[in-house]
């Protein structure tokens, strides 16, 4: 087990691909760390540094505060599971896991042990004596971290490990990877796409875009107060939808902004927070917003827009509605699953203490919602 330590962390790959920007944070001694992004945000290049299996361009990186930089995977004893797992296919679980602990001379005593207590764990004694290669996706799956964990690495990288399983499957082997790394309290880092892993399995995580780390935190702060429009909609179940504005005027009391589609009516609340010219970026969780038929009200002072239903889709005890307006999509959720026919003209209101709101130059959040109904516990309850 160990602390790791990033400071001002470059990667180039050769003169032209700067995939990681000048990186820097703490994970602690035993904590689970989530590296989320999209494709190609610089996730994997960080792992690899990490594990010492790319070297730095630039900066540093510290095991329990002494450098790690020079240090070969062996040197830094780090384990390594990866999307596609590479076990010996015409070997057994049993040989695949024993494998590691083999080669640093282990005697076969402490090697049964070893195995079978981590086979255990990973609910694959059954599996023990069968061939790598007679085994479905999941299992293999749970062999490759059974062979990571057996000779207790100071460091777990975990890259994408269950991304091309199946939902159910992916599902279970997160909770398992999760109780595993608590009972095991090995420090651990899994980079994934996908929110609902890094939210569900990781103690922090750090949010990455074009090889710049953009935010660090548990998942509920980084859901309810993300730093940019960028987060705010790659994080969560579902994302955040957003709304350029330009053009903020002022109508006989109301305030009304111009969106690339339409007209928008915008909470007096808000004037302050667009730029000279009259732009604003504004921000609403399919869950924090009102879906109106024709002929209803929208509440006092709320954000309103309006535009045609595109799809409407049960799910469970709510609707999950589509709405285009012009080019844009928004989503909404009606808890009172009514039904909408396809083309139906209706609006999505908002009240200003449910809107976020961003500076439309540099996208940084300016405004955070005052929550209600737009929190990540009230999201994930609605799976
Ligand atoms: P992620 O894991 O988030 O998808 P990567 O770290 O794999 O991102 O890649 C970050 C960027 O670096 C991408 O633009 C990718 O094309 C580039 N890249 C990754 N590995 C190499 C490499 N070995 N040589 C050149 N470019 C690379
Ligand atoms: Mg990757």
């Not at 002072?301 to 309006?306: Q, Y």
Request: glycine content about 8%; overall charge negative; hydrophobic content about 40%.
């Amino acid at each position: 087990m160990a602390s790791i330590e990033l400071r001002n962390v470059n990667k180039w790959y050769g003169q032209a691909v700067h995939a990681v920007k000048d990186v820097s944070f703490t994970i602690e001694d035993g904590e689970f760390f989530g590296l989320l992004g999209p494709s190609g945000s610089g996730k994997t290049s960080v792992l690899r540094m990490l594990a010492g299996l790319e070297t730095i361009t630039e900066g540093d990186m510290l095991f329990d505060g002494l450098s790690v930089a020079d240090k070969t995977p062996q040197q830094r004893n780090i384990a390594m599971v990866f999307e596609q797992n590479a076990l010996y296919p015409h070997m057994t679980a049993r040989q695949n896991i024993a494998y590691p602990l083999k080669i640093r001379g282990k005697s076969k005593h402490e090697i049964d042990e070893m195995v079978g207590d981590v086979a255990r764990m990973l609910h694959i004694d059954h599996l023990i004596d069968r061939r790598a290669s007679q085994m479905s996706g999941g299992q293999q799956q749970r062999v490759a971290i059974a062979r990571a964990l057996v000779r207790r690495p100071n460091l777990l990288c975990l890259d994408e490990p269950i991304a091309h399983l199946d939902t159910l499957l992916r599902a279970r082997l997160r909770g398992e990877l999760k109780r595993l790394q608590r009972s095991l309290g090995t420090t651990s880092v899994i980079v994934t796409h996908d929110p609902i892993e890094a939210m569900t399995m990781t103690d922090r995580l750090a949010v990455m875009r074009d090889g710049v780390l953009q935010q660090i935190g548990a998942a509920d702060e980084i859901h309810n107060r993300p730093i940019n429009a960028f987060v705010s909609q790659f994080f969560g179940l579902h994302s955040m939808n957003l709304f350029r504005l330009s053009q903020l005027r002022e109508e006989t009391g109301r305030h009304y902004a111009k969106l690339e589609s339409g007209e928008v009516g915008v909470p007096s609340a808000l004037k302050d927070m667009a730029s000279k010219s009259g732009s604003l970026i504004l921000g609403c969780r399919p869950h924090a917003v009102e879906v109106l038929k024709a002929g209803e009200e929208a509440p006092a002072d709320s954000f309103t827009v309006t535009g045609k239903v595109y799809v409407a889709e049960p799910l469970g005890d709510e609707m999950l509605v589509t709405i285009q307006v012009g080019d844009l999509i928004v989503q909404a959720f009606d808890g009172r699953k009514r039904d909408y026919a396809i083309d139906e003209e209706v609006t999505v209101a908002a009240r200003s203490e449910m809107l976020y709101a961003f500076n439309p130059e540099t996208e940084d959040t300016i405004r955070f919602s005052e929550g209600g109904g737009s929190s990540l516990k009230s999201e994930m309850l609605a799976v």
